[in-house]
């Protein structure tokens, strides 16, 4: 079984809808969680990045990490036809060596429709 | 600002050959990384540097070695392909402090037959 769990898609949703995206995991020492994007046939980039629990938010951009229930959610208010792309999520543990060794969900593929 | 390079962008071997993927950053980072992507599996940790003159296995090591020729340089080679090599090669870089960004290259598309 995988450490991190990440539903595929595709997610295909209409200009101007709120895009939901999510992950699960099973390492409880995991304690920075991150979204990159990645557009077709180019390399990842990040987007947002979370320590421990909590929300943050930027812009139309929105990431939450519930560590009780192991899961992290990303949320695109207002998506674009821009915003599509593949979405991964990524975590790793708290020591300084493990900077870098990230644990990376499949991905899900987002299209947004005009 | 070039960021990370990576070189070749598409290659097609034949089992048994041997290659060498070159990258290298212009941003003066400590860490550098390779990472495979494979579908439904995600980006998977081959090796990694995490400073000059040092490298570490990551997830998936097994017929790749590499080299951190210098700073700016780490090169990733399959001495011996197997078509389970088949897969899109990144590599990546980082200051090497807990600010949880990686830069990515735009990845090398290797083929294995």
């Known amino acids: 079984q995988k450490e991190v769990e990440q539903d595929p898609g595709p997610l295909s949703v209409p200009e101007g809808a709120i895009v939901s995206l999510n992950c699960t995991y099973s390492n409880s020492a995991f304690q920075y969680f991150m979204w990159y994007r990645q557009y077709s046939r180019k390399g990842p980039e990040l987007l947002m990045y979370t320590y421990s629990s909590g929300n943050k938010e930027d812009g139309r951009f929105t990431a939450q990490v519930d560590k009780s229930s192991k899961y992290i959610s990303l949320f695109i208010r207002d998506s674009q036809p821009s915003d599509s792309a593949t979405y991964l999520c990524a975590m790793t543990t708290s020591t300084t060596d493990s900077w870098g060794k990230l644990q990376f969900g499949a991905g899900t593929q987002v299209v947004v429709t005009p | 600002n070039a960021g990370v390079t990576q070189t070749p962008k598409f290659q097609v071997l034949k089992t048994g050959q041997s290659m060498t993927l070159q990258c290298a950053q212009d941003?003066?980072?400590?860490?550098m990384y390779w990472y495979r992507q494979d579908p439904g599996m995600g980006l998977r940790l081959i090796y990694y540097s995490a400073s000059e003159g040092t490298t570490d296995k990551g997830e998936v090591p097994n017929g790749y070695n590499v080299s951190r020729l210098n700073k700016r340089e780490f090169s990733l080679r399959l001495e011996s392909a197997a078509p389970s090599q088949t897969s899109v090669y990144f590599c990546a870089s980082s200051t090497g402090g807990g600010n949880g960004e990686l830069f990515f290259g735009e990845g090398s598309r290797l083929t294995v037959l």
């Open positions: 941003m003066n980072h400590n860490s």
